[in-house]
């Protein structure tokens, strides 16, 4: 049900239950509350500037809830900025449940881009449901360009929050007002706060802060957010958070990462950031993001994984299902349960297998590369130690079942995976490993990561909260003090997380601290190994190299200089090469 109010100042309320839903106008706003959530519209930008949690003003007066992209011919573009039409909806759902919701519209003038936001509130939630959607119709210009970024912004001033959440095991405090007034550019959204040196950000996490510290993949990611410990409202605390309780309309598959949180909730629905791919932007794009669960809660003294736990609970696509079938006529684009099927494996899994998943997403292509189908949507999940998985809510239609785990090169892939709407699809797969004869050695695990090898994964030992090193700005760890001679590397000897790097470098800095740039012993790597009892005399070897990404000129974009990565070997005896860069 749609309906505006034309007065100047009108309400209208929704019984649920206990608690009464209600919408308000006025000649400025459109405010959505019930009895634990208020927001409020402005009519002139379609920004929510105002959000209580019971009473609890959570913004400040900053800009607020809202969308933005970097999408148009001038780059960076926030809707409702040119020509804002804000509306307000109402209905009762499947279960009896009043909600209401809030909806911008705008189109950009010179090239008639649509974008379109919606935020829905139910009763008794205190969270913000949300779909964002982009359509380009322009026969004229049938290509615009890619849709480099789109995303919502939860974005307070309020001195409320004291802290950063990435996931369970990473968060830290918020720097301090002083700490930035005197920190330091070092590169793009990156400060040295070592001015500063009683911080409690700069004691407990890093010298160093950037939004790219608290960047996340996808694959296990639940919820993201800001807490507040209390410190500044009387021993409650407060959370602000980003739930996926759907990542179906994402793109990049499990190793897609992007940013989360850094004073900001980001809820970052399309990116190139890392190398990641972005749709094009052409004649009949028309695509509806979501739904995205921005949930806040709070509690006498309760901890940040108290309210992480409370958060996480929404992570889950079945819920809520009902209420997204019963708003989707107000949504376009929205994908029903009567067009949505299950997904049943059973894989045998390769006796060194870890931790391994399975993944539908686009016909013909790798998960990463889905962006290039703009219709595309993408499912995953953990495969059990017996190999059975089961994903439900899978839109209909043909996929590309990928299968991946740690400690075994390369991936099984099957396409034309059919899912029908209202059936479970059973699927059987023997997963032979990929494999070029008897292994000699190793170095590190394939498991599309370099976090095993000296400052990845392992915590930082100078820190309490031992934030994992590679999350810290690169320059910290400085490779020319740490293989002043290059990589020299002995099979049986040497060790993995010690003496061979996270990041392979061919040219280093110059950084905060270090002025030049250093090239000498940058870009070789020997490996020295015995081979006379393991190899006949005519035997022909293969060195396998696995990526876990790579950096070039080319941007990672196609058809530019620099896509393809050449590799200059010296081996004393016959061997091939083969990639998989991952």
């Known amino acids: 049900m749609f309906w505006i109010l034309p007065a100047t100042v009108a309400s209208y309320s929704l019984l649920g239950g206990v608690a009464a839903l209600s919408i308000k106008e006025t000649s400025t706003s459109f405010e959505i509350s019930n009895d634990r959530l208020s927001a409020s519209m402005l009519k002139s930008s379609g920004n929510i500037v105002s959000l209580s949690l019971d009473g609890r003003n959570l913004l400040g007066t900053g800009k607020g809830l809202y969308l933005d992209c970097y999408c148009t011919p001038a780059g960076f573009y926030t809707p409702g900025s040119s020509n804002a039409k804000v509306k307000s909806l109402n209905g009762t759902d499947a279960t009896g449940t009043s909600w209401g919701g809030l909806v911008l519209q705008d189109t950009y003038p010179t090239t008639g881009q649509l974008f379109e936001q919606y935020w829905f509130l139910r009763d008794g939630e205190a969270g913000l449901h949300s779909f964002s959607r982009v359509a380009y119709y322009n026969e004229t210009t049938p290509f615009l360009r890619d849709l480099g970024e789109l995303r919502t912004l939860f974005r307070p001033t309020s001195n409320l929050w004291t802290h950063i959440s990435t996931n369970r095991q990473h968060w830290a405090p918020l720097p301090s007002a002083e700490a930035t007034g005197k920190q330091v550019v070092v590169q793009d959204a990156t ?152 997904f049943s494996l059973s894989v045998s899994i390769p006796a060194e297998a870890e931790r391994t998943i399975a993944i539908l997403s686009v016909d013909g292509l790798d998960p990463q590369d889905n962006a290039q189908d703009t219709t595309a949507y993408q499912y995953w999940g953990d495969v059990s130690n017996s190999g059975s998985l089961t994903i439900p809510r899978v839109k209909e239609g043909t996929y590309r079942l990928t299968i991946y785990a740690d400690g075994i090169f390369g991936q099984y892939e099957e396409d034309g995976i059919v899912i029908a709407a209202g059936k479970d699809t059973k699927h059987e797969v023997k997963w032979i490993p990929e494999s070029a004869g008897k292994e000699l050695w190793r170095i590190g695990t394939p498991d599309k990561t370099a976090g095993e090898f000296r400052h990845g994964f392992a915590g930082d030992p100078s820190r309490p909260l031992h934030p994992q090193e590679y999350r810290i700005y690169w320059g910290q760890w400085d490779f020319p003090t740490d293989f002043p001679n290059g990589i020299n590397y002995t099979i049986g000897k040497s060790d993995a997380s010690k003496d061979w790097n996270y990041v392979h470098w061919s040219v280093f800095g110059p950084s905060y601290t270090r002025a030049e740039a250093v090239s000498t012993n940058m870009n070789n790597w020997t490996i020295n190994f015995e081979h006379a009892n393991a190899t006949g005399a005519d035997s022909t070897g293969t ?32 061997f091939s090469t083969q990639w998989f860069p991952q």
Request: glycine share 8%.
């Open 191 to 342: 400060w040295y706060l070592g001015n500063t040196p009683n911080d409690t950000y700069v004691q407990q996490e890093a010298d160093y802060f950037t939004k790219y510290t608290f960047a996340d993949t996808w694959r296990d990611h639940k919820a993201h957010g800001l807490y507040a410990d209390g410190s500044t409202s009387n021993g409650t605390t407060y959370g602000a958070w980003l739930v996926m309780n759907t990542r179906d309309t994402y793109f990049g598959g499990p190793i897609h990462s992007d940013l989360t949180v850094d004073g900001i909730t980001y809820n970052y629905i399309v990116s190139n950031h890392h190398g990641d791919t972005a749709p094009n932007i052409t004649h009949g794009f028309d695509r509806t993001f979501g739904p995205f669960f921005y949930y806040f809660n709070s509690g006498k003294n309760a901890s940040l994984d108290a309210l992480r736990d409370d958060a996480e609970k929404y992570a889950d696509p079945e819920w809520n299902a009902a209420f997204y079938d019963s708003i989707a006529s107000s949504v376009p684009n929205y994908v029903t349960t009567s067009r949505r099927g299950t």
């Open 543 to 574: 060195l396998t190299i696995q990526l876990a990404g790579a950096k070039s000129s080319s941007g990672n974009t196609d058809g530019k200089c620099y896509v393809l990565l050449d590799a200059l070997i010296f081996i004393p005896f016959v």
